[in-house]
């Protein structure tokens, strides 16, 4: 049976935060990059990990190891939780069965319910199925929720699609240095989008 996705099933399926009815979707890589995604097996033989450099080390981490890029989301949801009390969530908070309903239709879905969304790239995360999910919700959404869409990736971090992003969609496009940095701008991104709100500049969702 397909389950349908609404605003209500979102809040309903996350804890309690001051603001609960402002949703705010972060989407981004839960795996970090490494090199197990682009070597073939006779490549990463001939390398020995462990005569590099500790940074270049961890990109050969078994890939079901490498979680600091959801780790990294989980911290600043929770920052974004507490601090303005928005509701901040993944797609793997809403707890729907990609059986029921696919993960590019969810994302989708999600952001389409959302007060804010945000695609935040780190340098390190895996992007490519991120990258494909952020395309499908910009070729859908952009035009009726572009104002509630917004991109941040880490100031070393560039690409083809980000590049398009900004030309294709006009999307808001702000690049971070540190962790802090991050969540500061997606504070005052939803900040900026619960004034919208207020003044009537943007519909409030119910």
């Known amino acids: 049976m397909t389950v349908q996705i609404t605003r209500g099933l979102i809040a309903d399926r996350l804890g309690d935060v001051k603001y609960d009815r402002f949703l705010f979707y972060l989407m ?49 949801q929770g920052e974004l939780r507490t601090d303005p009390g928005v509701n901040a969530f993944l797609a793997l908070d809403v707890n729907v069965n990609t059986d029921d309903v696919d993960a590019v239709t969810q994302s989708i879905e999600y952001a389409r319910c959302s007060n804010a969304t945000a695609f935040v790239v780190p ?62 701008t997606l504070r005052r991104f939803a900040a900026g989008i619960m004034q919208r709100e207020r003044r009537g500049d943007l519909d409030r969702l119910n």
């Open 123 to 184: 340098s390190l995360g895996h992007n490519f199925g991120v990258g494909e999910e952020a395309g499908s919700v910009l070729e859908t959404l952009a035009d009726t929720h572009g104002d509630r869409l917004f991109f941040v990736h880490e100031n070393d971090v560039t690409s083809a699609m980000i590049r398009s992003a900004k030309v294709r969609w006009d999307l808001r496009i702000q690049t971070y240095e540190t962790e802090a940095d991050l969540v500061d």
């Open 28 to 76: 981004g890589p839960y795996k970090s990059f490494n090199l197990n995604y682009v070597l073939d097996e006779e490549e990463r033989r001939r390398i020995d990990a462990d005569d590099l450099p500790g940074p270049l080390r961890r990109l050969f981490q078994n890939k079901d190891e490498i979680d600091e890029a959801q780790a990294l989301l989980r911290r600043v």
